[in-house]
């Protein structure tokens, strides 16, 4: 198979450092962002300002976070080089486990049992999800018109956000603004994978240009949904919606658009299924402990 000829068992190792990284960078984030809401805050959770983004960058505790969270998405990236990106984009999910022992350290609150149990959802779907694509995804050369697919799914979700965001987002609570992040960091992971595809098979155009762009414009309308939620939510929270959302877009992306699961049986679309639906349980109970 090719998890054993290939090159995806890197792909699965540099992920998980990544997910490392994440993690980590996901606590110092999210100890900025308190510290600034504490003291330049309105108290109205209704997203950060242009002032407390201001006075976010300058914080050490943010710019140790974003230090972090650059080397993730540099393990995030060659792991997508080595394997597709059903395989390697759901493993962020061990950032989950770490960022929620670490937090329960730092605030010296233990986990409850609901709290673990949630946790134990999420990583149990994930861990099926890869291990089942693993050993039956396939690398393809993405073509033009899936590139096409790909940004207008994505214009289309965004349009959407600046809707929802405009007209309710003092009725937002966490969840919104976690999963809206990972599911623009879905978008950003497989615009990732395309730009390296098209530039490991030496086809970089005026389209893969603006996949870049569109790529960067993404990464930093969730960047901001990000600080917002770590605002509004704890960092275990943020990491489950992160690393759920996230991946549920570029698998999606990988089977339907990408082929990435062509010549995979039927049966590893149900588990699959059923391995996504455990996964955004474990967010969902996460979010109400």
């Given at each position: ?14 992920a ?25 805050g ?40 080595f394997?597709p ?145 770590y ?59």
């Amino acid at each position: 198979t090719q998890f054993f000829h290939g090159y995806t068992p890197l792909g699965i190792a540099i992920a998980l450092v990544g997910g490392f990284f994440l993690a980590l960078g996901a606590q110092f984030h999210h100890r900025g962002v308190v510290v600034v809401e504490a003291k330049h805050g309105s108290g109205h959770k209704a997203g950060l300002s242009v002032a407390q983004l201001w006075r976010l960058v300058r914080s050490p505790w943010w710019a140790l976070g974003t230090l972090l969270l650059g080397l993730a998405i540099l393990c995030q990236l060659t792991s997508l080089g080595f394997a597709p990106i059903i395989v390697v984009q759901p493993l962020g999910v061990v950032a989950l486990v770490i960022t929620s022992v670490v937090n329960a350290r730092v605030s010296h609150t233990p986990l409850t049992r609901d709290a673990v149990r949630a946790i134990t959802f999420c990583v149990v779907g994930i861990a099926i999800f890869v291990t089942v694509a693993a050993f039956v995804a396939q690398e393809t050369l993405i073509q033009e018109k899936q590139l096409i697919i790909i940004l207008v799914i994505m214009g289309a979700f965004v349009v959407l956000l600046g809707l929802a965001f405009g007209l309710l987002r003092k009725r937002f609570t966490a969840i919104f603004y976690i999963l809206s992040a990972g599911l623009l960091y879905g978008f950003v992971a497989t615009l990732a994978k395309v730009v390296i595809n098209r530039l490991l098979n030496g086809t970089f155009e005026w389209l893969t240009v603006f996949c870049v762009v569109a790529l960067i414009a993404a990464a930093a309308l969730g960047a901001y949904f990000v600080q917002t939620a770590y605002s509004v939510g704890s960092p275990d929270l943020v990491i489950a919606g992160l690393t759920v959302g996230d991946p549920l877009v570029a698998v999606s992306i990988g089977i339907v658009v990408l082929g990435e699961a062509a010549d995979a049986p039927l049966w590893t679309v149900f588990v699959w299924i059923a391995a996504a639906a455990i996964a955004v349980y474990g967010v969902f109970q996460l979010a109400q402990t």
